[in-house]
């Protein structure tokens, strides 16, 4: 599976942006999708993930009923819709595919394969 993520860019606090993330070679409703993020000097961290069918998501604590996490498996295509932004929300945004099922969606061991990031910058 290949990924490719965008939507990235400078927000004001407050502001919205909404990324995007395509996905190409297998079938991309057999997998799990998650987004996480690395701000500098951090580890990555989960920050949201949908199951296969679009029917379950999962999001950390800082982000909850900010950003939603949706995906278009028509289009293959899987979307973070982040609003109410903050600067520490500033950080690289990865999506991630895992083929697994269960519950470490929130581990990025767990996931497969990886986009190559798009950078989220919220100024104060």
């Known amino acids: 599976v290949q990924l490719q993520a965008s939507g990235g860019g400078l927000v004001q606090a407050g502001g919205s942006l909404r990324l995007s993330c395509v996905a190409s070679?297998?079938?991309?409703?057999?997998?799990?999708m998650g987004w996480f993020r690395q701000a500098p000097g951090k580890e990555r961290e989960f920050v949201a993930a949908?199951?296969?069918?679009?029917?379950?998501?999962f999001y950390a604590d800082n982000v909850k009923g900010r950003f939603t996490i949706s995906r278009d498996n028509t289009e293959n295509t899987v979307y973070l819709r982040m609003s109410s932004l903050k600067p520490e929300d500033t950080a690289i945004y990865y999506c991630?595919?895992?083929?697994?099922?269960?519950?470490?969606?929130?581990?990025?061991?767990?996931?497969?394969?990886w986009g190559q990031g798009t950078q989220v910058t919220v100024s104060s």
């Open positions: 949908v199951v296969g069918s679009g029917s379950r998501s």
């Open positions: 991630a595919a895992r083929r697994r099922i269960g519950d470490y969606y929130y581990l990025p061991e767990d996931y497969d394969y």
């Open positions: 070679g297998r079938t991309f409703s057999n997998y799990g």
